[in-house]
Structures are given as C-alpha cells and as structure tokens.
C-alpha cells in the first residue's frame, strides 16, 4: 500500500528526515514511536504534502502512485488521510459545510454526482455516534471553541466520513483522558477494515493496546533505527529510548 | 482645464433648462451650490476624508448628463428580476436618477404613506420638502454635495407618517441604464416623522456595459422613536463610479440601522454620516465589501454623539483579493456633555493577495468623561494552517480559499436582520466568491 524509500525531508533549510525506509501492506497497523523531535510529525506532514515540508530526496509510491507529485487534495482523495496532533480551528465554516465539500470533492474525483443534501445528513448522523460527538456538532464552526477530547474525536469523525485507506494518527492520543482515549482508539477499531491501514504515532503504550499494532517502528533522528513487533513498544514504555540509542550508537 | 470647470460650464450653459426640468424645492438652492461647488473645487487627497479616493480623476473625463430628461424606451419591469425572490417587496424603480412612474406595485402602502418622485413630491407637497431638502447635506462643506445639488433634477421621496409601520420592505432598484458614457446626480430623501418604522431596500444595478458616474445624496430624517433598516446593496460593474454621501438625522429614542454592501463595482465612495440629536437614539451600521480586479471601495464614516445615552455600533468587513483597494475611515465623535454614550467600532479586513492593499483608520474623539467606546482594526491574510487543514480533507485550493472569504465575510451578512435577505445575500456572495457574478445578476440584459 505504501512504501517510503529513502526519504530525506527538511523545513526551514534544516533537514529532519535523513533516509526513512518504510512499508505497509493492507491491512497493516503500524507504530511509529520517538523522542520529540526525532522526526515523527515531519513525516506525517511529508506524506500528507504540508507545502511548509521540502522532499529533497527519495520516493513514495501509494498504491501504485508517486504520492509525492499529488497535491494534498489529491492524496486524500487517493485515501490518504492525517488524524493532526493539533487539529486547526476555521471560524466560520461550519462542519456541515466543510464536510460536505469534502465529502463531494472526494466523490467529484472519483466520477460520482454530489452527494443529495439528505443522504448527507443522514451520514452525519451516523458517523458521528461512532465516537460519540454531540449533535450539536454540524452547526458548530470546524474545532472552534471544541474541546481538546472533542478535537480528538472530531478527527476520527472525519476519518469515518472520508473512509480512507491509510490513516495517519499524529499522537491522537496526546491530551486525552482515559474515557475519551478509549471512545477514540474503540471509533478508529470499528472503522478499520482488512484493506485499511495505518501509521500510529505516539508516545504511548496505552493508545497500542486498544489499536494493537502488527509493526512498531523506532525514529530516531530522522533514520528508523528499530523495528519489531508490539513487545517493542511494551519494551520502549518499560525501559525508554536510551537504551536503543545507545544500540544504535555502538553500531 | 481643471476637473472643476467643465461642471461649472455646464449648469452656466443650462441653468434654465436645469431649474425648467425639475421642481422650485430643488431650484431654490442651486446658486448657492454653484457657488459653493466655485469656492470649494473637488477636495484633494490632502482633505481627511477624502484620502484614501482621488474625487477629481473620477470627475475629469466627460460623461453625458440627462438634463433634458430624455425618456429611455426601457420597461424596468421587464428588463429587471428580483434578485430576493423569498422576500415580498413593494418594487419600485429609479431608471438613472428618475423615478418610473408607469407601472407602480399592486400592493398597497399604508394611508399615508409616500414613495414618489422627489420632483413630484416638491410639487404635491412642498411644504415637507422645502422643511428638509439640503438640511443635513449642506453645500458649504462638501463639494460633492455642491455638485449634486446643483445639478440634481430628480430622484426619490419617501416618507412614512406619524405612528405608521410599513410592513412590507419598500425595495427601490436604481438601473443605470445609457447608450454612451452618462453621469447620473440622484437625490434621496427619507423621512419618518415621530413612531414612524421601514424598512428600505437599495439597489444598484447598471444595466449597460458603458461609463457611468454617479453622485447621490440620501438624507434621511428619523423622527423620535422611530425605527428603519436601510439597505443598500451594490452590484454593478468595473465602468462605476459611485459616490454615494448619506446624511442621517436621528431624534429622540430612533434606532438606524444602516447595511451597505458592496458586492461588485468599479470606484466606490461611500460617505455616512450620522448625527444623533436626541438622547437614547441607537445607530447600527454594518458594510460587506468584496473586491477583486482593479476594484476600489472606500467607505467613511461619521457618527457624531451630540447628546448623551445614545448608542452607536459599526461592523464594516472587507475581503480584498487581486489588485484591489479598500478603504475604511471611521470618526466616532463624542461630544462634551454627551454622557453615558455607548459606541463600538470595528473593521475587520482580509487580503487574499500580497497585492490587496488596505487602509484601515478608526478613530474615536471623545470630549466627555462619563462613556463607554471601543474601537479597532485588524487586516489579515489567508489562514495557511485551516487552508491545508481542508485541502488534507480533500477540498481544493481554490474551494478552501472560498470557504475561508465565506467564513469571513458571513459575520456581517449574519446581522441583517431580514432573513430571506440575508439567505439571498449568502447565495449572492458565495456566487461572488466562485466568479459567477462577474457584472451583475438582477438583470436580463447582462446575462
């Protein structure tokens, strides 16, 4: 589904992703852990086209496709889609509206009529059990004024409307209490599918245990120095990074 | 020649042609305008008000002027639809600066009630004219007020008696409507005696792709406790010239609440200016401004608390793109002795391109010691963050740059307070956003 090769990333004139080599098959879930700093968010940022982010080396195929000469809206609407660590308030525009355009933009690339102003809502409506959001919520201008938990789930309400096929999280988790962790990690359980994938990227083992990832990835700066299965990360909350940076080091 | 002496010339050369063609009301101030308009000449950017828009270019070339009062063979009725299909007004016409008196609504005012030709009105009535014609925009301190004073042959009369609520928006359509280059000198008057309520729809459509110039005067007296929406909404084309100055008068208790909206045009000059001479009078203005191309809008505002416990708000909004200009001056006077005086002032601007270019200038004079005011002023660029945030969601470029100039430009549609109107006004601004309302699109003859 998705294969990174050789990737070297930079802002700023600064490069923070140094030859990042990573693929992932349907149905994958994997774990993307590291220091701040280590590069994760760039990476994520990168996949997405974040126009700040300047890919000066290496490739990205997506299904078959070079990724990286898509434009953001393309790659969403090839099924690409980024759960952001710090979602963006849009004063003004509601979520209805902003659903529905990009809900109608998706279906306009992939040849289909727009979707009837019914049939909309009613998807609205459904998706948004699935991680509990308030009714109120179509109304509501895009994050403005939403709690940090809301964001959250707002993220994942997005992600059940767009149905991609891989899912980036960027520390979804981050700023969540046990309650609203749990409604997030169980919404983004019931939307995964055996053709979806993701790139969970996180701090933390307890967002793991509910996604259970098949690959845990260590980043280091900007280079995947380990990988392994989920005891990775049983063993990174137990013991911290130190320890495979020293691994790395002696190597 | 300066800009000045071809106006001059011309009500010389026609002066009796000018007074044959309209009514004694109006005829009776013109020497003193001409004198006036001699002494005072089009005011240079060096005048306060009058910075941010260069009058005396937008006066040189010579357009053609109607002093004839030829008819042009044209049925608004035909040529015109209503741009506000939800919303049931009694329609009339202002075809250039006369008022089309063939085919009036079917629908009935309230006894009354008056909404005529202001020539008509200076014949039928000249009493109430003569009481307030020129009262509140003097030629002395204004030339633009001198020329069209002294050039004005015609224009609109409302007036709503004592205690008497219209229910229905009186909608006024003014049409430009030319073969070849025409200037146009309209003259508004609105007066809503004590307890009087309206609510008042302008608005600016021009019908042919030809240069037109346009001075109007809206003086507008609104008796104790009286209450009226003003509405004036612009959708010409890049050929306009508009320079609009309002003059307010607001007695005891009134609430005014004044929305302009510039949707399209080509050189826009608005001038408000409000004076509040009872106490507990409330005035609200709101203006929308969206300009691309080479478009240029300037709006100025004067609200003068001449008295104490009156309150004053202003929301103006602009969203600039491309190479066009905008302007907003806004001067909050609170005078000495004028306690207890509540005012907000607030423009809000954003600039789609690097070549947008802004001039934001607030102001607030306040010479008593017991008030409440605030005024401010941001100029902003488009959100990058919420625009790649949508375009993660699959929205395009373009639709997130729409979406964000809706967003924007809805809080001050939001506070019109005549729902279908503010319904229509969505559709016509996001419209607007997506380039499907280029020249305007109320009229047949443009599409």
């Given at each position: 589904?998705?294969?990174?090769?050789?990737?070297h990333?930079?802002?700023?004139?600064?490069e923070?992703?140094?030859?990042?080599?990573?693929?992932?098959?349907?149905g994958?879930?994997?774990?993307?852990m590291?220091?701040?700093?280590a590069?994760?968010?760039?990476?994520?940022?990168?996949?997405?086209?974040?126009?700040?982010?300047?890919?000066t080396?290496?490739?990205?195929?997506?299904?078959?496709?070079?990724?990286?000469?898509?434009k953001?809206?393309?790659?969403a609407?090839?099924g690409?889609?980024?759960?952001?660590?710090?979602?963006?308030?849009?004063?003004?525009?509601?979520?209805?509206?902003f659903?529905?355009?990009?809900?109608?933009?998706k279906r306009?690339?992939?040849?289909?009529?727009?979707?009837?102003?019914?049939d909309?809502?009613?998807?609205?409506?459904?998706?948004?059990?699935?991680?509990?959001?308030d009714?109120k919520?179509?109304?509501?201008?895009?994050?403005?004024?939403?709690?940090?938990?809301?964001k959250?789930?707002n993220?994942?309400?997005?992600?059940?409307?767009?149905?991609?096929?891989?899912?980036?999280?960027?520390?979804?988790?981050?700023?969540?209490?046990?309650d609203?962790?749990?409604?997030?990690?169980?919404?983004?359980?019931?939307?995964?599918?055996?053709?979806?994938?993701?790139?969970?990227?996180t701090h933390?083992?307890r967002?793991?245990?509910?996604?259970?990832?098949?690959?845990?990835?260590?980043?280091?700066?900007?280079r995947i120095v380990k990988?392994?299965?989920?005891?990775?990360?049983?063993?990174?909350?137990?013991?911290?990074?130190?320890?495979?940076?020293?691994e790395?080091?002696?190597? | 020649?300066?800009?000045?002496?071809?106006?001059?010339?011309?009500f010389?050369a026609?002066?009796?042609?000018?007074?044959?063609?309209s009514?004694?009301a109006?005829?009776?101030?013109?020497?003193?305008a001409?004198?006036?308009?001699a002494?005072?000449?089009f005011?240079?950017r060096?005048?306060e008000?009058?910075?941010?828009?260069?009058?005396?270019?937008?006066?040189?070339p010579?357009?053609?002027?109607?002093?004839?009062?030829?008819?042009?063979?044209v049925n608004?009725?035909?040529a015109?639809?209503?741009?506000v299909?939800n919303l049931?007004?009694?329609?009339y016409?202002?075809?250039?600066?006369a008022?089309w008196?063939?085919?009036?609504p079917?629908?009935?005012?309230?006894?009354?009630?008056?909404?005529?030709?202001?020539r008509?009105?200076?014949?039928?009535?000249?009493?109430?004219?003569?009481?307030?014609?020129?009262?509140?925009?003097?030629?002395g301190?204004?030339?633009?007020?001198?020329?069209?004073?002294?050039?004005a042959?015609?224009?609109?009369?409302?007036?709503?008696p004592?205690?008497?609520?219209?229910e229905?928006?009186?909608?006024?359509v003014?049409?430009?409507?030319s073969?070849?280059?025409?200037?146009?000198?309209?003259?508004?008057l609105?007066?809503?005696?004590?307890?009087?309520q309206?609510?008042?729809?302008?608005c600016d459509?021009?019908?042919?792709?030809?240069?037109f110039?346009t001075?109007?005067?809206v003086?507008v007296?609104?008796?104790?406790?009286?209450?009226?929406?003003?509405?004036e909404?612009?959708?010409?084309?890049v050929?306009?010239?508009?320079?609009?100055?309002?003059?307010?008068?607001?007695?005891?208790?009134?609430?005014?609440?004044l929305?302009?909206?510039?949707l399209?045009?080509?050189?826009t000059?608005?001038?408000t200016?409000?004076?509040l001479?009872?106490?507990g009078?409330?005035?609200?203005?709101y203006?929308?401004?969206i300009?691309?191309?080479?478009?240029?809008?300037?709006?100025?505002?004067?609200?003068?608390?001449?008295v104490?416990?009156c309150?004053?708000?202003?929301?103006y909004?602009?969203?600039?793109d491309?190479?066009?200009?905008?302007?907003f001056?806004?001067?909050?006077?609170?005078?000495?002795?004028?306690?207890q005086?509540?005012?907000?002032?607030?423009?809000?601007?954003?600039?789609?391109?690097?070549e947008a270019?802004?001039?934001?200038?607030?102001?607030?004079?306040?010479?008593?010691?017991?008030v409440?005011c605030?005024?401010?002023?941001?100029?902003g660029?488009?959100?990058?963050?919420a625009?790649?945030?949508?375009?993660?969601?699959?929205?395009s470029?373009?639709?997130?740059?729409m979406?964000?100039?809706f967003?924007?430009?809805?809080?001050?549609?939001?506070?019109?307070?005549?729902?279908a109107l503010r319904?229509?006004?969505?559709?016509l601004?996001?419209?607007?956003?997506?380039?499907?309302?280029?020249?305007?699109?109320g009229?047949r003859?443009?599409?």
């Open positions: 589904m998705l294969e990174i090769r050789d990737l990333a930079s802002i700023n004139g600064k923070i992703l140094k030859g990042i080599d990573l693929t992932v098959k349907p994958e879930i994997h774990a993307l590291g220091q701040n700093g590069g994760k968010s760039t990476l994520s940022n990168v996949l997405v086209g974040n126009p700040a982010y300047e890919v080396r290496g490739s990205v195929t997506f299904n078959g496709k070079d990724l990286l000469a898509l953001p809206e393309e790659r609407h090839e690409l889609f980024l759960s952001f660590q710090q979602p963006v308030e849009i004063p003004g525009v509601s979520m209805v509206n659903m529905r355009a990009a809900v109608n933009a306009k690339y992939q040849g289909l009529e727009p979707m009837g102003a019914g909309f809502l009613k998807m609205m409506r459904e998706k948004r059990k699935i991680v509990e959001l009714s919520l179509a109304n509501r201008s895009v994050n403005e004024g939403f709690s940090g938990g809301e959250k789930r993220e994942i309400f997005q992600m059940a409307m767009l149905e991609p096929k891989l899912s980036i999280l960027d520390e979804t988790d981050s700023g969540l209490d046990v609203a962790l749990r409604i997030v990690a169980e919404g983004f359980n019931k939307l995964r599918t055996p053709e979806t994938s993701a790139l969970v990227i933390y083992q967002l793991l245990d509910y996604l259970r990832p098949d690959v845990v990835h260590v980043l280091m700066a900007g990988t392994g299965g989920p005891e990775l990360a049983t063993e990174i909350e137990q013991r911290g990074f130190d320890w495979i940076k020293a790395t080091e002696a190597v | 020649m300066n800009s000045e002496q071809q106006y001059l010339d011309l010389t026609n002066r009796e042609l000018i007074d044959r063609n009514a004694v109006m005829n009776a101030l013109r020497e003193q001409f004198a006036d308009f002494r005072l000449g005011p240079t060096k005048v008000r009058y910075k941010y828009t260069d009058v005396a270019e937008a006066f040189a010579d357009y053609g002027v109607n002093l004839k009062r030829v008819e042009f063979a608004p009725y035909e015109f639809r209503c741009d299909p049931s007004t009694s329609l016409f202002m075809l250039n600066d008022f008196e063939k085919a009036l079917s629908a009935a005012l309230p006894p009354g009630v008056v909404v005529c030709s202001l008509r009105a200076a014949q039928e009535f000249p009493e109430k004219v003569e009481a307030c014609y020129g009262r509140l925009a003097r030629t301190k204004d030339a633009l007020n001198a020329l069209n004073t002294m050039l042959q015609d224009g609109l009369f409302v007036y709503v004592r205690g008497v609520a219209v229905r928006t009186i909608q006024v003014n049409l430009l409507r073969d070849v280059g025409l200037m146009v000198n309209r003259r508004v609105v007066v809503l005696e004590e307890g009087a309206a609510r008042l729809l302008f459509h021009a019908m042919d792709d030809r240069d110039l001075t109007q005067i003086e007296f609104a008796g104790e406790n009286s209450h009226l929406e003003l509405y909404l612009e959708e010409t084309h050929k306009n010239r508009r320079f609009s100055n309002m003059y307010v008068d607001q007695q005891r208790d009134s609430v005014v609440s929305y302009n909206f510039t399209h045009n080509g050189l000059r608005n001038r200016d409000v004076t001479s009872g106490e009078a409330e005035t609200n203005l203006g929308g401004v300009a691309d191309k080479e478009q240029h809008v300037d709006n100025n505002t004067l609200i003068d608390h001449r104490g416990r309150t004053s708000r202003q929301l909004k602009y969203v600039m491309d190479r066009s200009t905008g302007a001056a806004g001067r909050v006077l609170v005078r000495h002795g004028a306690q005086t509540v005012s907000e002032e607030r423009n809000a601007n954003l600039c789609a391109t690097p270019r802004m001039y934001s200038q607030p102001m607030l004079e306040i010479y008593a010691d017991d409440k605030s005024h401010g002023s941001t100029v660029q488009m959100d990058e963050q625009l790649f945030y949508m375009r993660q969601r699959g929205i470029l373009d639709e997130a740059r979406l964000l100039k967003a924007f430009a809805g809080e001050v549609i939001d506070a019109i307070s005549l729902e319904d229509r006004l969505r559709h601004v996001e419209k607007r956003f997506r380039g499907e309302l280029s020249r305007c699109s009229c003859m443009c599409k």
